[in-house]
């Protein structure tokens, strides 16, 4: 079979190996591909596998051969799933490859804020220590994370890893899901969302981006939420009204913000996060840890081979 990596890159950079995949069949792995590219590389391939390189219903009716697309990654949204139903095209994701990876950056955001671990060292660089007529200042308060109350939208695998952590800070955790969740692990807690947002100093995002979900933080939650308060966000950009969350940061209407994820990506050199004060962003980076990555790529092949075996696991159509 004529197998086609479209956009091979950020899953491997070149630290990985691709040999178990390539050894299934003719392997090909482009880094990445324009949509002009699309049909070309993907003609007459009977296996794609695409992380962000859109598969729409158009390009899918393009390719007679084509009988297995897998998503390298968990959100399945680059894929038309009607209409690769429609054409016979078994679809397959890669769930819960990096939990603990998602949830440490979580944390790196928000010991970002707390500790303002790069604003102490930007000046001890600057030799403002050196000046320094005490053995140690601080430029702002810091903050211990013991008997905070974390609040996370959301608790699926990356949600209860968030929570093992928290724990571990001692930290009182509050989970909001769509229903009522009676089977939590100890220490955690369900709760009402407008409460959640209300008492939480720390809320992160853990929920899928849906009709219900779009924009959930807007400028009426950020109002609600404390003004010392700390937002995180590593789920989808899509959750979060950009501009509201930009004023609420000027207005000092919350404290700070972190973000993994925007509306779009790259973002727009307009987009209002870029300048906006107190809030830290990484490239939508907290599932690329090389040892995730690995995990991404065993499950991926692990998919395939279960589809050539007739066994197929992870399908999502």
Same mark, same amino acid.
């Given at each position: 079979?004529?197998?086609?990596?479209?956009?091979? @890159?950020?899953?491997?950079?070149?630290?990985?190996?691709?040999?178990?995949?390539?050894?299934?069949?003719?392997?090909?792995?482009?880094?990445?591909?324009?949509?002009?590219?699309?049909?070309?590389?993907?003609?007459?391939?009977?296996?794609?596998?695409?992380?962000?390189?859109?598969?729409?219903?158009?390009?899918?009716?393009?390719?007679?051969? *084509?009988?297995?697309?897998?998503?390298?990654?968990?959100?399945?949204?680059?894929?038309? +799933?009607?209409?690769?139903?429609?054409?016979?095209?078994?679809?397959?994701?890669?769930?819960? @490859?990096?939990?603990?990876?998602?949830?440490?950056?979580?944390?790196?955001?928000?010991?970002?804020?707390?500790?303002?671990?790069?604003?102490?060292?930007?000046?001890?660089? &600057?030799?403002?220590?050196?000046?320094?007529?005490?053995?140690?200042?601080?430029?702002?308060? *810091?903050?211990?994370?013991?008997?905070?109350?974390?609040?996370?939208?959301?608790?699926?695998?990356?949600?209860?890893?968030?929570?093992?952590?928290?724990? &571990?800070?001692?930290?009182?955790?509050?989970?909001?899901?769509?229903?009522?969740?009676?089977?939590?692990?100890?220490?955690?807690?369900?709760?009402?969302?407008?409460?959640?947002?209300?008492?939480?100093?720390?809320?992160?995002?853990?929920?899928? +981006?849906?009709?219900?979900?779009?924009?959930?933080?807007?400028?009426?939650? +950020?109002?609600?939420?404390?003004?010392?308060?700390?937002?995180?966000?590593? &789920?989808?950009?899509?959750?979060?009204?950009?501009?509201?969350?930009?004023?609420?940061?000027?207005?000092?209407?919350?404290?700070?913000?972190?973000?993994?994820?925007?509306?779009?990506?790259?973002?727009?050199?307009?987009?209002?996060? *870029?300048?906006?004060?107190?809030?830290?962003?990484?490239?939508?980076?907290?599932?690329?840890?090389?040892?995730?990555?690995?995990?991404?790529?065993?499950?991926?092949?692990?998919?395939?081979?279960? @589809?050539?075996?007739?066994?197929?696991?992870? +399908?999502?159509?």
């Amino acid at each position: 079979m004529k197998i086609v990596v479209l956009d091979g @890159y950020t899953l491997n950079p070149g630290d990985l190996d691709w040999q178990p995949l390539a050894a299934l069949g003719e392997f090909h792995c482009f880094d990445r591909t324009s949509p002009d590219e699309l049909l070309d590389r993907a003609q007459g391939a009977q296996v794609l596998l695409t992380n962000k390189t859109l598969l729409d219903a158009d390009a899918l009716r393009e390719l007679p051969d *084509l009988e297995y697309i897998g998503v390298l990654a968990t959100g399945t949204n680059v894929v038309d +799933l009607n209409a690769a139903s429609e054409l016979g095209i078994k679809v397959t994701n890669v769930p819960g @490859y990096g939990p603990d990876a998602v949830a440490q950056m979580v944390f790196a955001h928000i010991l970002h804020h707390t500790q303002r671990l790069s604003a102490h060292h930007n000046s001890v660089v &600057a030799g403002v220590w050196s000046q320094a007529p005490d053995f140690c200042f601080t430029l702002a308060p *810091l903050q211990s994370l013991k008997g905070k109350i974390l609040g996370l939208v959301g608790f699926g695998d990356i949600g209860r890893q968030v929570a093992n952590i928290a724990k &571990a800070f001692q930290m009182r955790v509050l989970v909001n899901t769509p229903s009522i969740k009676h089977d939590l692990p100890e220490g955690v807690s369900w709760c009402e969302r407008e409460a959640l947002f209300a008492c939480a100093d720390i809320i992160s995002l853990h929920c899928p +981006l849906t009709s219900d979900t779009e924009k959930l933080i807007n400028r009426e939650r +950020l109002s609600a939420m404390k003004p010392n308060a700390i937002l995180i966000n590593t &789920a989808r950009g899509g959750l979060v009204d950009e501009q509201a969350l930009a004023d609420a940061l000027a207005q000092g209407k919350i404290a700070a913000a972190g973000v993994d994820v925007l509306s779009s990506e790259p973002p727009q050199a307009d987009n209002p996060l *870029l300048s906006a004060p107190h809030i830290s962003i990484s490239p939508h980076n907290s599932w690329a840890t090389r040892e995730a990555r690995q995990q991404l790529l065993t499950i991926a092949v692990d998919n395939f081979k279960g @589809y050539l075996a007739g066994q197929p696991v992870n +399908l999502v159509n």
